[in-house]
């Protein structure tokens, strides 16, 4: 097998790493909290036209902070 292979592997490796991590950081953040909450509970919630996520970014960013 030739050797570059490995470098290459471990390259990817690190890469794929970093992106894991980078995901992870991003999905953590506080300012994702309150999305995320509305987003568990929706397969509990009935059907509502007017409770969707968009709506729910939309009004936050009008909240004053």
Avoid at 21 to 38: P, Q, S, T
Avoid at 57 to 65: A, D, I, V
Wanted: proline content about 6%; cysteine-free.
């Amino acid at each position: 097998m030739n050797p570059i292979w490995g470098h290459v592997a471990g390259v990817v490796t690190v890469l794929l790493m970093l992106i894991f991590i980078g995901i992870w950081i991003w999905a953590w953040r506080k300012r994702h909290k309150k999305v995320f909450d509305y987003m568990a509970k929706l397969p509990l919630q009935d059907d509502d036209p007017d409770a969707d996520v968009y709506t729910l970014q939309t009004r936050s960013k009008e909240e004053p902070r």
